[in-house]
């Protein structure tokens, strides 16, 4: 009976408006500053136990969260990883301007060596280079990440030192950029060898010039 005169007491007040609804709070909001937290969470376990190791659990103990704040925003771990590697293919490097193209190779061989030096890249990237002959996925995305970042800052090296007329107008642009960005990867990624010895990026450098306006 109670629900019966309700009822009626509603359909004799009319439609009416309709109740706003809330806006979702709490656990329905993927806040920022969390989502951080589990990405800043994702390279240091990373660089502690490596992506063969690396797990949901541990990635949430690390960024002080629990797993289903990591499973709203991420389905699996593989997904996670891609999605932080990925992310490091738009935040590049800074892009050099001396003026001259010898400066400004010089300027991206030391930030970018300092970068390869960092314990945390120097663990992450030989780790999830042996995971991507492994897993297509995460080959792709390490490449995107590893070439974009870096070839993006280079050809604009070598599109300025060609306004400049340092380097002619029909260089091969990917030779320029393989002459750019081999050695120091090779140095620092394949072999192992993070830390150049003295004069070792100045003679670099000196050299790679050299090369890139003979193309």
Same mark, same amino acid.
């Given at each position: 009976?109670?629900?019966?005169?309700?009822?009626? &007491?509603?359909?004799? &007040?009319?439609?009416?408006?309709?109740?706003?609804?809330?806006?979702?709070?709490?656990?329905?909001?993927?806040?920022?500053?969390?989502?951080?937290?589990?990405? /800043?969470?994702?390279?240091? %376990?990373?660089?502690?136990?490596?992506?063969?190791?690396?797990?949901?659990?541990?990635?949430?103990?690390?960024? #002080?969260? #629990?797993?289903?704040?990591?499973?709203?925003?991420? *389905?699996?771990?593989?997904?996670?990883?891609?999605?932080?590697?990925?992310?490091?293919?738009?935040?590049? =490097?800074?892009?050099?301007?001396?003026?001259?193209?010898?400066?400004?190779? *010089? =300027? =991206?061989?030391?930030?970018?060596?300092? &970068?390869?030096?960092?314990?945390? /890249?120097?663990?992450?990237?030989?780790?999830?280079? /042996?995971?991507?002959? *492994?897993?297509?996925?995460?080959? %792709?995305?390490?490449?995107? $990440?590893?070439?974009?970042?870096?070839?993006?800052? $280079?050809?604009?090296?070598?599109? $300025?030192?060609?306004?400049?007329?340092?380097?002619?107008?029909?260089?091969? #642009?990917?030779?320029? =950029?393989?002459?750019?960005?081999?050695?120091?990867?090779?140095?620092?990624?394949?072999?192992?060898?993070?830390?150049?010895?003295?004069?070792?990026?100045?003679?670099?450098?000196?050299?790679?010039? $050299?090369?890139?306006?003979?193309?």
């Amino acid at each position: 009976m109670l629900v019966r005169m309700t009822t009626n &007491a509603d359909h004799a &007040a009319g439609p009416g408006p309709r109740p706003r609804r809330r806006r979702p709070a709490g656990a329905a909001v993927l806040r920022e500053d969390v989502t951080e937290a589990i990405r /800043a969470a994702v390279f240091e %376990e990373l660089a502690a136990v490596g992506y063969a190791r690396m797990s949901i659990e541990g990635i949430a103990r690390r960024a #002080g969260v #629990g797993k289903t704040a990591v499973y709203r925003r991420w *389905r699996s771990k593989l997904h996670l990883v891609l999605d932080v590697v990925s992310a490091l293919a738009v935040m590049g =490097l800074p892009a050099p301007d001396t003026g001259t193209l010898e400066g400004d190779l *010089r =300027l =991206l061989y030391e930030v970018t060596s300092r &970068a390869l030096r960092h314990p945390v /890249a120097s663990q992450i990237i030989p780790d999830l280079q /042996a995971e991507a002959a *492994r897993n297509p996925d995460i080959a %792709e995305a390490l490449q995107k $990440a590893l070439r974009e970042g870096q070839d993006g800052v $280079a050809s604009g090296i070598v599109a $300025a030192a060609q306004r400049r007329g340092e380097i002619r107008a029909d260089a091969d #642009g990917q030779l320029a =950029l393989d002459l750019i960005s081999g050695p120091l990867y090779w140095r620092s990624v394949v072999i192992r060898d993070p830390k150049p010895p003295k004069g070792y990026l100045d003679t670099l450098t000196r050299t790679t010039t $050299a090369a890139l306006k003979a193309l």
